[in-house]
């Protein structure tokens, strides 16, 4: 099947700062790209959906502020934690899909620890 | 709105043991239905998918048939062995594939040898 990657898988950074997460995918064109945030023992709940070379649609709740996504090319989507608080401390993952393709291709996640 | 249910974890299984993981879904029209597994430490993998009612999704010995009638899609594997310890999600979709999922809960499955 089509691969997705992430980076970093891990990062850990002090409250206040930046935090930037890179999804890509390596071998289709991504039309559409989606942010997951996934809390301990619990399910993936849907942040945002970027389009290529358009804005990002945010979910009720999410501050589209804090977590600013940006989907330049058909093969990059980063979604930027910005001045991170313990509380975003989460796996962020996210997906792919080329079209109509019935298929969505996960990352492997990005762990987030904000202390 | 769409929403998907499935059955709370943990389960705990013996090796070779049958696995059965309840599923409902409810939607308006006809949503495509998935199983996805997330192994320890790793992203969501799809492990099956059915996109139209009474189709069986299958892969690695696991099944799960699309039912309309009950509104579910409940997954199933004769045989569970060590290695199949993960966390499951049961998803739909509603439309084609520029649309996101809804997931379920996850169920945590554990295989002991």
């Known amino acids: 099947g089509a691969v997705v990657s992430q980076h970093p898988s891990r990062v850990i950074c002090k409250s206040g700062t930046s935090v930037k997460i890179e999804c890509r995918s390596l071998d289709f064109q991504a039309t559409t790209m989606f942010w997951y945030r996934q809390f301990p023992k619990q399910s993936l709940m849907l942040m945002a959906t970027?389009?290529?070379?358009?804005?990002?649609?945010?979910e009720q709740g999410v501050e589209k502020d804090k977590f600013l996504i940006n989907h330049a090319s058909l093969t990059l989507s980063t979604l930027t934690v910005t001045s991170a608080h313990p509380e975003d401390s989460s796996f962020y993952i996210c997906?792919?899909?080329?079209?109509?393709?019935?298929?969505?291709?996960f990352g492997p996640g990005t762990r987030l620890l904000v202390l | 709105g769409n929403s998907v249910t499935q059955m709370e974890g943990p389960v705990t299984l013996s090796e070779e043991a049958f696995l059965t993981i309840n599923c409902t879904y409810t939607?308006?029209?006809?949503?495509?239905l998935f199983w996805y597994v997330q192994y320890p430490g790793e992203g969501l993998q799809l492990l099956l998918k059915?996109?139209?009612?009474?189709d069986k999704g299958s892969n690695k010995g696991f099944e799960a048939t699309y039912r309309k009638e009950t509104t579910s899609f409940h997954l199933e594997k004769g045989s569970v062995q060590v290695s199949d310890s993960a966390v499951y999600f049961c998803a739909l979709r509603k439309d084609s594939g520029n649309t996101p999922l809804v997931f379920g809960k996850g169920t945590r499955l554990s295989v002991i040898a």
């Open positions: 059915a996109t139209k009612a009474d």
């Open positions: 970027s389009n290529e070379g358009s804005k990002a649609t945010y």
């Open positions: 997906s792919a899909s080329g079209g109509t393709e019935e298929t969505q291709y």
């Open positions: 939607a308006t029209g006809y949503p495509s």
